[in-house]
């Protein structure tokens, strides 16, 4: 079955970078885009991008466009989601999630979401 | 950026009541607008995708109308894993998300 499995929680200082990961397993992975998407405490969610396993196109919500980078890894099937210069608003847990065609913006299925504190 | 507009924000409904959720957006998305549901401390689930068309493994008391601005989600017969909250999301240009909608039990 299909699976998206990220890596654990972290806690950063303000000025730092995360680097968070997203293990897919039960699909072709070159078939699929892969999005990434925040939820702020107790708040909705916020598209952050979108990057392709196929051909490595990217594509990066205009809120983030110079503080974040996706990538994808064929061979080991993960992508990740770096974002860089960490402020206290960042605080939030980040999905990855699977489009079901690649771009096609339908998420059929998340991964268990990693929660990134940034703290003092 | 499109904007989502999802109403009520919260209802309370008892086991076997129908219930309906409507999203509005600020411009025309066709029908490029899906449902999803989210259990606490949990991820998203997709349920409807395309305004009206059932996600596998979705059971069929889940379903969903519209197109243009407004949208509806339906619950026929709530089941008592049914309460969540649900959100809408626009994938027409690039994606957003409404603020959902949070189902209690009454």
């Known amino acids: 079955q299909v699976q998206l499995v990220q890596s654990g929680a972290e806690m950063k200082k303000p000025g730092a970078l995360v680097k968070v990961s997203c293990k897919a397993s039960?699909?072709?992975?070159?078939?699929?885009?892969i999005t990434w998407v925040r939820q702020a405490p107790g708040q909705g969610f916020e598209w952050m991008g979108w990057s392709s396993a196929y051909n490595g196109n990217r594509k990066y919500a205009q809120k983030f466009q110079d503080r974040v980078t996706m990538t994808t890894d064929t061979p080991s099937t993960t992508a990740y989601m770096e974002l860089r210069s960490l402020r206290f608003d960042d605080t939030a847990v980040y999905y990855c999630a699977r489009e079901a065609e690649d771009s096609s913006g339908i998420l059929d299925s998340w991964g268990q979401g990693t929660l990134v504190t940034v703290s003092s | 950026d499109i904007q989502m507009t999802q109403s009520p924000s919260s209802l309370s409904a008892s086991v076997g009541d129908s219930i309906t959720i409507t999203c509005r957006s600020s411009q025309s998305i066709s029908t490029f607008l899906n449902w999803y549901q989210q259990k606490p401390g949990k991820a998203p689930k997709l349920l409807i995708f395309?305004?009206?068309s059932l996600q596998s493994g979705v059971p069929s008391r889940f379903s969903g109308s519209g197109s243009g601005t407004e949208f509806t989600l339906t619950i026929s017969s709530l089941q008592p894993e049914d309460f969540a909250t649900y959100y809408c999301q626009q994938n027409y240009v690039t994606i957003t998300f409404g603020v959902g909608t949070k189902v209690e039990i009454k």
């Open positions: 395309a305004a009206s």
């Open positions: 039960g699909y072709t992975f070159t078939a699929h885009g």
